[in-house]
């Protein structure tokens, strides 16, 4: 199959939505995504930009997205969140994740960085044994936490 992984561009990012809201759906959650075409636009591609994204595209569709942004660790220093890795349903085992996967890695190794993070869902067994055959350690000890806009305006709220 012929594909091409590069970066996205902003007028990438209406199929990027479409990718994002797929995995939601996969993940049952179909109702929680709020992010925009226009979000995705102005925090990818503005003066100071909140991501990075590569797109994987097939026949010039785009079918598969890495979406990136950088962090730091206090024990190791610069690292790169792998926030989402999405191959369309109809594209899953053809290659695509891996060539996606390849691609942020290499341009972690490129940057630096100490070390590449990323969160899966716990009953998502052919991801997990996809990312544990590619040498990532999945750290089932760990708990995500977070808070999420109403909890930070509650938060706020006591203050």
């Known amino acids: ?20 809201t797929e995995l939601a759906i996969f993940e049952k959650e179909p ?3 709020e992010v925009t075409v226009k979000d995705l636009e102005e925090d990818g591609f503005g003066e100071q930009p909140a991501f990075h994204c590569f797109v994987a595209t097939v026949n010039s569709k785009i079918e598969g997205i890495a979406l990136i942004y950088n962090r730091y660790s206090s024990w190791k220093g610069k690292i790169i969140h792998l926030e989402d890795l999405i191959v ?11 060539a996606l996967l390849d691609k942020v890695v290499k341009y972690s190794y490129d940057l630096g960085v100490k070390r590449i993070n990323w969160e899966v869902i716990d009953w998502n067994e052919s991801a997990i ?26 938060y706020v709220a006591k203050l």
């Open 1 to 20: 199959m012929n594909f091409t992984i590069r970066n996205a561009k902003k007028e990438d990012m209406p199929a990027v939505l479409e990718l994002i």
């Open 31 to 33: 109702d929680a995504v």
């Open 88 to 98: 369309s349903q109809a594209m899953r085992g053809t290659g695509l994740g891996t």
């Open 129 to 154: 044994a996809f990312y544990e055959k590619k040498g990532a350690k999945v750290l089932r000890d760990w708990d995500v936490v977070w808070l999420d806009e109403a909890g930070i305006k509650n």
